[in-house]
T-cell receptor, first 114, second 112 residues
Framework: GAVVSQHPSWVICKSGTSVKIECRSL??????MFWYRQFPKQSLMLMAT?????????EQGVEKDKFLINHASLTLSTLTVTSAHPEDSSFYIC??????????FGPGTRLLVL | AQSVTQLDSHVSVSEGTPVLLRCNYS??????LFWYVQHPNKGLQLLLK??????LVKGINGFEAEFKKSETSFHLTKPSAHMSDAAEYFC??????????FGTGTSLTVIP
């Protein structure tokens, strides 16, 4: 139980294009989903918290117009990197929380912007 | 406020020997504590969690951790390391609003 998937697992795109990453909770309903960014050999950095049906809460320093988050249902959240640039290249990980306290993480999406 | 300190950025052990990954936490209230493991280019997998029940928590793959309030510690242990245990390990404390506070991670190397 408590499986979270992400799609795609990795993506290469040209600078200036937009990329959408999906995060799904497969066997539970996620009232809250989180989006993280991870740089090589570093810990996870929380980007935003999203609750189903409401606007995401972004962490300080994260551009909400660049990283669009939509949490349209209890099993799906999407992160769209708009007008991507090479500095947006990173490993993006989502997590989902169904009940209390425990976050279940997706396998991550590797983004490379050329 | 919540925070986590992982005392070792890197730990090396020989296969078959015990593993100890150290974690100290700071929390203004009774914390929820977690250990996650991350293999290269993968997401995080929950090893175990403490949520104010038994202080000795058993997790998957033979790992366990003991919550010690007096020492504000939540160290992760395993009696005998396996090659497949080589990975990055994160200690996490749960905070207000379901937010997680991550340690900086400990890289475990298992020497054959």
């Amino acid at each position: 139980g408590a499986v979270v998937s992400q799609h795609p697992s990795w993506v290469i795109c040209k600078s200036g294009t937009s990329v959408k990453i999906e995060c799904r909770s497969l066997d539970f309903q996620a009232t809250t989903m989180f989006w993280y960014r991870q740089f090589p050999k570093q810990s996870l950095m929380l980007m935003a918290t999203s609750n189903e049906g409401s606007k995401a809460t972004y962490e300080q320093g994260v551009e909400k117009d660049k990283f669009l988050i939509n949490h349209a249902s209890l099993t799906l959240s999407t992160l769209t990197v708009t007008s991507a640039h090479p500095e947006d290249s990173s490993f993006y990980i989502c997590s989902a929380m169904g009940g209390k306290e425990t976050q279940y993480f997706g396998p991550g999406t590797r983004l490379l912007v050329l | 406020a919540q925070s986590v300190t992982q005392l070792d950025s890197h730990v090396s052990v020989s296969e078959g020997t015990p593993v100890l990954l150290r974690c100290n936490y700071s929390s203004s209230y009774s914390p929820s504590l977690f250990w996650y493991v991350q293999h290269p280019n993968k997401g995080l997998q929950l090893l175990l969690k403490y949520t104010s029940a038994a202080t000795l928590v058993k997790g998957i793959n033979g790992f366990e951790a003991e919550f010690k309030k007096s020492e504000t510690s939540f160290h992760l242990t395993k009696p005998s390391a396996h090659m497949s245990d080589a990975a990055e390990y994160f200690c996490v404390v749960g905070g207000v609003g379901n937010q997680f506070y991550f340690g900086t991670g400990t890289s475990l190397t298992v020497i054959p």
